[in-house]
């Protein structure tokens, strides 16, 4: 960015001594790049700058005769006034739109398309935008121009991911992966946008072997912005696994909190799940607020990110109220209610989205809202079955682990009541999901349930035995290979992998093992019986 500031500083200084006539549209592409790349900066005061770019490079740009130029130029003003003004956006989308046609260019009326669907996912008309990002995605794709094609795929996905249409949001992302890997743009915007998507889409059908396969090449010893990004995903199927990672992933993330918000309101989320499933409620309550934090918009109040973290700390202060009665201590039980009752609210004006009213609130969303409302009444002393079988009835079948997570709350709630006959089938029914995502924290909860209620089927020992059971099938062999004492390079060589895929897998490998070197590893493995690669 900082050569296309000094190249338009240049070409400006030029057109001032009145040299620079046949430099106008150099200018205007330099103009438009960089007001592109000012956008992927999570600040506001390079957004600001990106939409005040955007617009002199417009109004520098001679409208006529048609060019490619112009109506790139009036694409990319159109993008920059998304973060404020949608209403202005949609204008010059359109006006853009309309220049691209003029000048035969696919590729810039691709990303104006892209603009026009985000705009209309926005406002509530979800098929309109499905059908815009599908022509979009489909148009850019024919023209051969990979960054709108990304930003095509991304926002395509997401879509149909907000409308609880897992498979095709899977199917769009894992293309885009696909091409963004080939072409080297895995770290470009968009082509980790699609990577996170792909594997969202897989944690929440769960297909938890798949997104674990996705997961293994986030590296866990991050050393840039995107790779954090990645890093912080990560953490969902490593909390939800109970894998040993999650404490050296805060370690390496954390540093890169200021940089990238979004990555801390990621990671800060789930670590409060982390703690919640330690039993530590002033912990999650703790990483919670924070997370809350980042997403509060002083102007406009909270947007539907604040469900998930609201509800996930109105679930800490239930624990906390039902111990508090427990005890006899009213007082307390009272203040964890109160407390409770403005987490409440907070969910509730984020499913509102005072910013974009017309916003609707997808399966996903509506079923934390749920939540976060029986979450609410379990924290009154009113543990009520119907509110969590209203959770349920909000996610939908499609949502494997948050249903298995809601018939544990349900079989609890039905025991409570004294319905232990009702309770069973819940119970098992989650015991059985948690068992096939390898969910050791829920299993061990429901475990922890089934004794205390005497409903199910809970091992005196709920423990797998397995120090490995975290590991995916190539993580294994990778391992096996450590115990033999080869590097990464032979490593590479015999499993027909690229050295530095070899480097990725052992660090997680390490950090999943919380091993502070190979040859504790390789020790782990020894003692776990996992000797030497197969023949």
């Given amino acids: 960015m900082h050569l296309l500031r000094r190249l338009r500083q240049a070409l400006a200084a030029r057109a001032d001594k009145g040299n620079g006539a046949e430099d106008v549209n150099l200018a205007s592409r330099i103009g438009e790049r960089l007001a592109f790349y000012l956008m992927t900066i999570d600040d506001h005061k390079a957004l600001t700058e990106a939409v005040e770019v955007a617009r002199a490079t417009v109004d520098a740009t001679p409208a006529e005769p048609p060019t490619w130029q112009y109506a790139r130029a009036v694409a990319t003003y159109a993008n920059t006034l998304l973060v404020e003004d949608d209403l202005a956006a949609r204008e010059w989308a359109e006006l853009g739109l309309a220049a691209a046609r003029a000048a035969g260019a696919p590729w810039v009326q691709a990303d104006a398309l892209v603009t026009l669907g985000f705009l209309s996912n926005r406002e509530g008309r979800n098929d309109e935008a499905i059908t815009l990002l599908t022509a979009a995605h489909k148009q850019a794709r024919e023209a051969r121009v990979l960054g709108v094609e990304l930003r095509a795929a991304y926002h395509l996905a997401r879509a149909h991911l907000e409308l609880g249409d897992l498979a095709t949001g899977a199917a769009v992302a894992h293309e885009g992966t696909e ?53 912080s995903m990560a953490l969902f199927l490593d909390v939800a696994r109970g894998n040993q990672a999650v404490a050296e992933r805060r370690a390496w993330i954390e540093p890169f909190w200021s940089t990238h918000g979004f990555d801390e309101f990621t990671a800060r989320g789930l670590l409060a799940e982390h ?11 703790a990483e919670a607020r924070a997370a809350i934090a980042v997403i509060y918009e002083p102007q406009w109040g909270y947007n539907p990110s604040a469900i998930r973290p609201a509800a996930v700390a109105l679930s800490a202060r239930a624990d906390r109220a039902v111990r508090a009665r427990a005890a006899g201590d009213d007082v307390a039980a009272s203040a964890e209610l109160a407390a409770a009752a403005e987490l409440r609210d907070i969910a ?17 969303g509506r079923g934390w809202l749920a939540r976060a409302e029986a979450e609410y009444r379990r924290a009154s002393g009113d543990n009520d079955p119907e509110a969590w079988r209203a959770v349920l009835g909000e996610f939908g079948p499609a949502y494997v ?4 997570r809601t018939r544990w709350r349900l079989a609890e709630a039905l025991a409570e009541a004294g319905r232990r006959d009702e309770a069973a089938e819940p119970w098992r029914q989650a015991a059985q999901t948690a068992d096939q995502l390898g969910a050791r924290p829920l299993r061990a909860a429901l475990d922890d349930l089934a004794r205390r209620a005497r409903i199910g089927t809970a091992p005196e020992n709920t423990r797998d ?45 390490l950090a999943k093992l919380g091993a502070a070197s190979r040859t504790e590893a390789a020790a782990i493995a020894h003692r776990e019986g996992l000797t030497g690669p197969r023949a």
């Fill in 179 to 231: 091409r963004a890997n080939q072409t080297g743009l895995g770290l470009a915007p968009f082509g980790l946008d699609v990577q996170h998507l792909h594997f969202q889409c897989h944690f929440a059908d769960g297909k938890w072997d798949h997104a674990q396969e996705i997961a293994d090449g986030f590296p866990v010893r991050v050393t840039s912005v995107p790779e954090a990004s990645l890093s």
């Fill in 275 to 285: 703690a919640l499933w330690q039993g530590d409620t002033e912990r999650a309550l």
């Fill in 348 to 364: 509730r004006e984020g499913a509102a989205f005072p910013k974009r009213p017309k916003f609707i609130l997808g399966p996903e």
């Fill in 401 to 404: 682990y948050e249903v298995a």
């Fill in 465 to 509: 035995g397995a120090v490995l059971s975290s590991l995916t099938s190539r993580e294994r062999e990778v391992l096996r290979l450590i115990a033999a004492g080869r590097s990464n390079r032979e490593i590479a060589s015999v499993l027909f992998i690229a050295p530095k895929t070899a480097s990725v897998h052992v660090s997680n490998i």
